[in-house]
């Protein structure tokens, strides 16, 4: 019986589709089209989101592409599948799709259209007209524009987004009802299906991002302190170059007032924290403080900040950095190969290898993983797509993990833009011991194959590498590397595209990651997903810092001194009534804990006792360990990550109750404290007085001369004391646990 209906059915369909072709089109009756017309409506409706039939296996039986990234599948979908079961052009409003969408039939998605709704007309149009894929003639989408692209609102005022959608042909349509909205901070800007924004009852600002058919345009939002500022607030500050003139033009647009700058000592302690991960001695701390008269305040810092730059713990601090990126499990590619991974990053540091030269080689690295430490990033990611994937963040700050199942949601990046991406990794060859964890001991050779492809996983199409956007000059290389007999290597044009000047993306992922690190925050959060709808907190900033670094020869160490000599550098961590707010316009410094080496380092210098790292040579410091494998409680309990995570392996920054309590009952630091080699016991037993005493502890400490009222009291405990060495260690003990020791204020 089944049977006969079910043909009765598609012969009835077919009928009135042959019925529908020969018939005359009215002008209420135009061509419907798939793409255009019907899609728009699937997506604005959530049909093809990640919660309903856009998942990877769809809902009970019906699978759309998500967000509508392939029409193809999508009209298939709809219209043939489950043999065309979903819609019936002999009767367009009994069709499953519309009974299903109206909650007229049992639907787990609820009512998502109304009957004789605008959209629900447009559907029982193109079900009628047999459900076409195209029209003749159809135009393409190209684009979407806003009429208005910035917003400054009062608290609590309503503005509407107007979306519209341009064609190949030059014709637009209003598609504000169809698109699809998101705030990124909803306690700052609410916005609602109809693109109503609605700002909050306190100042700040976000981006609301307008997305139509994989088309996305943003638009930025600000409402800013209802009682302005005097011009004069800003016209008095000191300014020391681009960074401070653009972030004092945002905050008196903003009506914030920066926080006042810090005291020498803050300033002194930040800079050797950020700078080379290491507290000042007591000597250099007494040395800048008791500075000659001689030297401006100005002068001194700038002296400071090339001191530092030169030390030798500088590479050892930044190389950390990139070692939590790019650093792979021991016992995935074997302890020699990381070991040489990390030996070569550190390196670079120390021959002040500038950036672009050192991205080239790790992107190109060739030979032994014996030898050629960089060659070990291609021993640990084994097939292009992983490789594509960690090169796009990392060097990029473009995220196309997305874009390999589908189209990016929130970007541009498409599925054949990252096989195509993925295409240059596709000729790395490796000879020699292949994996095998636990133990992979071997070595691997790494050399550029004359064979390897990618495939489009959907079309089949075999992948031309090619640039996520436009290239130029790559014909040099080719020529060279034809005239050699090698064959070309596709990573030698994909990083002469990287690090070109044109390649703004570049330059702008390593500025915003230095920028975060030394700040609290990166103009762009996360540090490494500059997109679209990921707007910067301050676009002019990064761009001038960008092409200042590539003006520079993508020189760290001027971008490091760029940074750290500006006045923005210099604001203090206390809050003022009119930034308490504000955590995205540096009107302040951000304070965050210090880093776990760099904190474990600090204990030692404080005590002046040395740790015993596993494999690690005596007196190694903590920002020196060259692989998380080495045990250490105090590192794992501080934050150190873990290599069994995906790199970039990501740190808590926040603290924690176990952080505090393990400063404060570690048996480890306690024996550290008490040790007869110690400062303690050095300072108990000298014959320095009780105000001596206390200034050591606190120059240490905190790179500070104690208050008068910190000394008086200190003082006093120790004058007291009939065994001075116990009352030291417990002010040690006490300090060491401060926020002051562990917070970078």
Not at 25 to 48: K, M, R, Y
Not at 58 to 68: E, I, M
Not at 95 to 120: C, F, Q, W
Not at 406 to 430: I, L, M, N
Request: with cysteine; charged share 25%.
């Amino acid at each position: 019986m089944h049977t006969i209906l079910r043909h009765c059915r598609n012969f009835i369909w077919l009928a009135c589709s042959i019925a529908t072709a020969c018939a005359p089109t009215f002008a209420d009756d135009a061509p419907v089209s798939f793409e255009l017309d019907i899609q728009p409506i699937l997506t604005a409706h959530g049909c093809n989101s990640g919660a309903c039939h856009g998942k990877q296996r769809g809902q009970n039986g019906f699978q759309l592409s998500l967000l509508g990234f392939d029409p193809e599948f999508d009209h298939a979908a709809v219209s043939r599948d489950a043999r065309g079961r979903r819609i019936f052009p002999a009767s367009p409003e009994n069709s499953l799709l519309l009974v299903k969408a109206t909650a007229e039939s049992p639907h787990g998605g609820g009512r998502k259209i109304e009957r004789n709704s605008e959209d629900y007309q447009m559907l029982t149009r193109w079900i009628r007209q047999g459900a076409p894929r195209r029209v003749e003639g159809e135009p393409t989408l190209e684009r979407v524009t806003l009429d208005r692209d910035s917003f400054s609102l009062t608290p609590s005022e309503t503005q509407s987004l107007r979306v519209t959608a341009h064609y190949s042909d030059d014709s637009t349509r209003d598609v504000t009802r169809l698109a699809t909205y998101l705030s990124n901070d909803d306690a700052v800007v609410s916005v609602d299906s109809g693109g109503v924004i609605q700002a909050g009852s306190l100042p700040g600002e976000t981006a609301v991002m307008a997305r139509y058919m994989n088309h996305i345009e943003v638009a930025n939002v600000v409402i800013p302190q209802t009682e302005p500022l005097p011009a004069a607030v800003f016209e008095s500050l000191p300014r020391n170059g681009f960074i401070d003139e653009l972030v004092y033009e945002k905050l008196q647009t903003l009506g914030i007032e920066p926080s006042p700058p810090v005291d020498d000592h803050v300033f002194l302690r930040r800079v050797s924290l950020d700078l080379i991960g290491r507290l000042p001695t007591v000597e250099e701390a007494r040395a800048f403080l008791d500075g000659s008269e001689s030297e401006t305040p100005a002068e001194r810092r700038a002296k400071l900040v090339d001191q530092l730059l030169e030390r030798p713990e500088f590479a050892d601090h930044w190389a950390v950095f990139w070692a939590d990126l790019l650093r792979p499990n021991p016992y995935r590619v074997g302890i020699k190969a990381v070991m040489n991974y990390d030996n070569w990053i550190r390196q670079q540091f120390r021959d002040e290898v500038p950036y672009d030269t050192f991205v080239r080689q790790l992107v190109t690295a060739k030979g032994s993983t014996w030898q050629n430490g960089a060659a070990t990033l291609y021993r640990d990611r084994r097939s292009p797509d992983e490789v594509a994937t960690m090169v796009s963040q990392l060097f990029l700050g473009i995220r196309l993990d997305c874009a390999k199942c589908h189209h990016h949601p929130f970007e541009r990046w498409s599925q054949q833009d990252f096989y195509q991406f993925a295409a240059y990794f596709a000729k790395v060859g490796r000879k020699g011991t292949g994996l095998s964890p636990p133990i992979s001991g071997g070595e691997e050779v790494v050399y550029t194959s004359s064979k390897g492809s990618v495939s489009h996983p959907l079309t089949g199409e075999t992948m031309t590498p090619t640039p996520l956007f436009e290239i130029t000059d790559l014909e040099n290389i080719e020529a060279k590397q034809a005239s050699s007999g090698e064959p070309i290597d596709p990573r030698e044009q994909l990083a002469q595209w990287m690090t070109s000047t044109d390649n703004d993306f570049f330059a702008k992922v390593h500025v915003n990651r230095t920028w975060g690190i030394l700040m609290g925050r990166g103009l762009v959060e996360p540090v490494d997903d500059l997109r679209t709808t990921n707007p910067a907190t301050n676009p002019t900033l990064l761009a001038e810092l960008a092409k200042e670094f590539q003006q520079s020869g993508y020189d760290f160490k001027q971008l490091l001194k760029t940074i750290t000599l500006s006045q923005v550098y210099l604001h203090g961590s206390d809050p003022t009534p009119s930034n308490v707010s504000d955590r995205l316009n540096y009107s302040r410094h951000y304070r965050r804990r210090l880093r776990a080496e760099v904190l474990a380092d600090a204990v030692a210098d404080v005590t002046q006792t040395t740790e015993s790292f596993q494999a690690m040579p005596p007196d190694s410091r903590a920002n020196q360990v060259w692989t998380t494998r080495v045990d250490s409680i105090f590192l794992d309990t501080f934050g150190r990550p873990n290599e069994n995570q995906d790199p970039p392996c990501e740190r808590t920054p926040d603290s924690t109750v176990t952080q505090a309590l393990h400063l404060m009952n570690s048996q480890q630091l306690d024996k550290r404290i008490r040790s007869d080699s110690g400062r303690v016991a050095s300072l108990a037993a000298s014959e320095k007085s009780p105000e001596q005493i206390v200034d050591e502890l606190y120059l240490a400490t905190f790179t500070r001369y104690p208050t008068t009222e910190e000394r008086v009291y200190a003082v006093d405990l120790i004058t007291a004391a009939t065994d001075r060495r116990s009352v030291i260690e417990d002010l040690m003990w006490a300090m060491l646990n401060a926020p002051e020791f562990s917070i970078l204020n």
